[in-house]
């Protein structure tokens, strides 16, 4: 077969070079990210794991957050990567299904768990006292089963709706990944009907977590109004701030992707967006939480000294 031929059924990537004098410098800032990503997210869990400091709820889901960052990463940077040292960027169909197939299903379950994280920072300050009993290990448990669920259902609802539409036009795909609202305007025929069940769905699996954040963080704000110190504030705001910022980034982009309407999309605004949420959220997650929360801060500095107490005690 000629090496610029492709079967029928493989599509090629556009991607985010343009093989010019920037592309090399934005191919290293890739890179870099992926791995900083994946080494910030691994010591998160590492340090969840090890410090019985950070055996709380709040850090058993963020422990599985960062999980789920490293694996959706996983599924399209790597691909970028060996894209463009390899100097050209086609799948076949089978690797894009599955491609999609994953991604859908992070990406999915990382929606539904930041939005029940709402509901553990609203126990946490509003009410404190049965924190232990409402955010229990039992809690805790069925909230990443039905994150993890969600996140399913999102794959095997809309993997299948996408991938069985007849892509018998251009098979170039003018973005760097397999994403559903590309995908859509790849395909021809008449697309009404697998736009609006499309829709629907993503309506349905963005909506659900975002209702229960907005409704946490509404009852919450309620709750610090009525506390009298300023100091009271200030712990109770710290302790949602960082959560707040995250669901910020994460949603900001997603909604643009999946809710607002097909005109508004161009292949450009949706490469910036996709990668802001899909390269950059996964770097900054961890980033955000270490930084703004001494008990991470604390439970590094206890590893370090642990492990400089171990090497003088062995030199000795």
């Not at 805790?140 to 809309?158: K, P, Q, R, T, Y």
Request: hydrophobic content about 50%; aromatic content about 14%; charged content about 15%.
């Amino acid at each position: 077969m000629d090496g610029n031929k492709t079967f029928p059924s493989d599509f090629t990537f556009v991607g985010l070079f343009t093989h010019n004098k920037a592309s090399g410098f934005l191919f290293s800032v890739i890179c870099a990210t992926f791995f900083m990503a994946i080494v910030a997210n691994g010591v998160m869990i590492f340090l969840i794991h090890i410090d019985p400091h950070l055996h709380t709820p709040m850090y058993f889901l963020l422990s599985h957050l960062s999980f789920i960052d490293m694996m959706y990463i996983s599924t399209i940077v790597p691909k970028i990567l060996i894209d463009y040292i390899v100097g050209k960027g086609t799948i076949t169909f089978a690797a894009c299904t599955a491609q999609y197939f994953l991604y859908m299903g992070f990406v999915g379950a990382e929606f539904f768990l930041l939005g029940l994280m709402a509901y553990d920072r609203y126990v946490a300050i509003c009410n404190p006292l049965r924190y232990p009993v409402l955010m229990s290990q039992r809690v805790c448990w069925f909230i990443l089963a039905s994150s993890w669920f969600g996140g399913a259902l999102d794959s095997f609802l809309l993997t299948p709706i996408t991938m069985s539409l007849p892509f018998c036009a251009s098979h170039k795909i003018n973005h760097f990944f397999c994403e559903a609202p590309t995908m859509l305007r790849l395909a021809c025929g008449d697309k009404a009907i697998y736009e609006m069940v499309m829709y629907i769905c993503c309506v349905v699996m963005l909506l659900v977590p975002f209702s229960v954040v907005i409704t946490s963080y509404a009852r919450i704000l309620v709750t610090v109004y009525q506390i009298k110190s300023e100091e009271g504030r200030k712990k109770a705001f710290a302790t949602c701030s960082s959560h707040v910022i995250v669901v910020t980034l994460f949603y900001g982009a997603a909604l643009y992707t999946y809710m607002l309407p097909q005109a508004y999309h161009t292949p450009l605004k949706d490469k910036i967006f996709s990668a802001f949420y899909t390269i950059l959220t996964p770097l900054l997650n961890p980033v955000i939480y270490s930084l703004r929360n001494r008990d991470v801060a604390g439970a590094l500095k206890r590893i370090i000294a642990r492990h400089r107490g171990t090497c003088s005690v062995e030199r000795k």
